[in-house]
């Protein structure tokens, strides 16, 4: 009979959040959750949970930009699947799950991903604007950012197609 996830070794973060908590809460009298625990905890894992799920799909859709835009780095990703993973994608799971070091023969892939996210960053940030404090556009104009957010959206301006053609 199989053992369950914890015997295992697999653990969910809220599995780790509780027991941490539970540990530390054994010289209380009581075990009971507390109201701000649960506040703070529900509010980290809904947080944990959309910034994986939204930078993923961000990125992923960029990726698939990056095919439809240049149709030669979807047939040379496809080419390299097929010779590691082989024809079709059937048993491409059960073939990765078994030998997950197939993925680290997958430079090309690697390199379409890193690119990916150099031009296209799936994390940005905003910022209070300050006194004094400008943002200058391509024209030189300059605009106060006082009073205002500033967002921040680091992205590269210039695609290295010299980055997808070295890789092995």
Same mark, same amino acid.
């Given at each position: 009979? *199989?053992?369950? !996830?914890? +015997?295992?070794?697999?653990?969910?973060?809220?599995?780790?959040?509780? @027991? $941490?908590? /539970?540990?530390?809460?054994?010289?209380?009298?009581?075990?009971?959750?507390?109201?701000?625990?649960?506040?703070?905890?529900?509010?980290?894992?809904?947080?944990?949970?959309?910034?994986?799920?939204?930078?993923?799909?961000?990125?992923?859709?960029?990726?698939?930009?990056?095919?439809?835009?240049?149709?030669?780095?979807? *047939?040379?990703? !496809?080419? +390299?699947?097929?010779?590691?993973?082989?024809?079709?994608?059937?048993? @491409? $799971?059960? /073939?990765?799950?078994?030998?997950?070091?197939?993925?680290?023969?997958?430079?090309?892939?690697?390199?379409?991903?890193?690119?990916?996210?150099?031009?296209?960053?799936?994390?940005?940030?905003?910022?209070?604007?300050?006194?004094?404090?400008?943002?200058?556009?391509?024209?030189?104009?300059?605009?106060?950012?006082?009073?205002?957010?500033?967002?921040?959206?680091?992205?590269?301006?210039?695609?290295?197609?010299?980055?997808?053609?070295?890789?092995?």
């Amino acid at each position: 009979m *199989a053992g369950n !996830r914890w +015997e295992m070794g697999g653990k969910s973060i809220v599995d780790l959040v509780l @027991t $941490a908590y /539970l540990t530390e809460a054994a010289d209380r009298k009581t075990r009971a959750i507390d109201n701000e625990f649960k506040y703070f905890t529900m509010n980290q894992v809904k947080l944990f949970l959309f910034s994986g799920h939204d930078t993923t799909s961000s990125t992923v859709c960029y990726i698939f930009y990056v095919f439809a835009t240049q149709p030669a780095v979807l *047939a040379r990703l !496809r080419a +390299e699947h097929d010779s590691i993973l082989g024809l079709g994608d059937s048993k @491409t $799971a059960a /073939l990765v799950q078994s030998n997950p070091f197939l993925l680290s023969q997958l430079p090309f892939t690697s390199a379409v991903i890193k690119e990916t996210l150099r031009l296209y960053p799936a994390v940005s940030s905003t910022r209070a604007g300050e006194p004094g404090f400008n943002v200058t556009d391509n024209q030189g104009r300059r605009y106060p950012t006082d009073d205002f957010l500033v967002w921040g959206q680091p992205t590269a301006n210039t695609p290295r197609p010299e980055v997808l053609a070295s890789a092995r």
